[in-house]
């Protein structure tokens, strides 16, 4: 029996290794790092493409969707270049929220992506956006195609939980701040961006 097309011998980088999705910058994959049932925030190590412990949240707060980042995405600048009082990118893959009808409780899973919105932040002065998602062929969620197409509650808790996720002790000052919410069109531009900085890191 053939093996099916593509196929990888050994696992991908989740990075590097996995496309950026079907018909970006609109349907993108996500690959969740994070999801609402999560006190602790996991993260991908760059090096090896496991998921490793960054570290318990210190506020109550959770994530209120899941977490993670665009496949072959890299802030950079292009990326800053989107955010007026950026000085440059953070050099991460571009952050994705996704919000599902149906509970998704666990890690390291990906999936397909519509684009409807982004979060500009800052964060120490770099550009550090996420861009908000619904899953693709949501029941609930799926006819959506702007971010203001969600109720406002959910995106003010997208904004809240984003203000306050790196306090930690022995920081008394939070140096994340969210300097606006935009819709779908600023955000595919995020990720086109995103896409263009990556090639120009990484080769295409």
Not at 17 to 40: K, M, R
């Amino acid at each position: 029996m053939p093996f099916p097309k593509p196929f990888y011998r050994w696992r991908p980088h989740p990075w590097h290794g996995l496309d950026t999705g079907s018909n970006p910058p609109e349907i993108v994959h996500a690959y969740i790092e994070i999801t609402p049932f999560d006190s602790i925030k996991y993260e991908v190590d760059k090096a090896t493409g496991y998921i490793r412990v960054d570290r318990p949240q210190r506020s109550s707060s959770q994530p209120p969707a899941l977490y993670g980042f665009i496949p072959r995405t890299y802030c950079g600048p292009r990326v800053g270049a989107l955010s007026p009082k950026a000085k440059q990118g953070d050099g991460d893959p571009l952050d994705i929220c996704v919000v599902s009808e149906r509970p998704i409780n666990r890690v390291e899973v990906i999936l397909n992506a519509r684009v409807v919105g982004c979060l500009q932040v800052l964060d120490g002065g770099e550009a550090d956006d996420k861009i908000v998602a619904v899953l693709e062929n949501d029941n609930i969620w799926g006819a959506a195609r702007d971010i203001s197409d969600l109720p406002d509650v959910l995106v003010e808790r997208l904004r809240h939980y984003f203000s306050t996720y790196k306090l930690v002790p022995g920081q008394p000052h939070n140096t994340i701040s969210v300097e606006a919410i935009l819709g779908a069109e600023h955000a595919q531009k995020v990720v086109k961006a995103s896409m263009l900085d990556y090639e120009d890191e990484f080769g295409g």
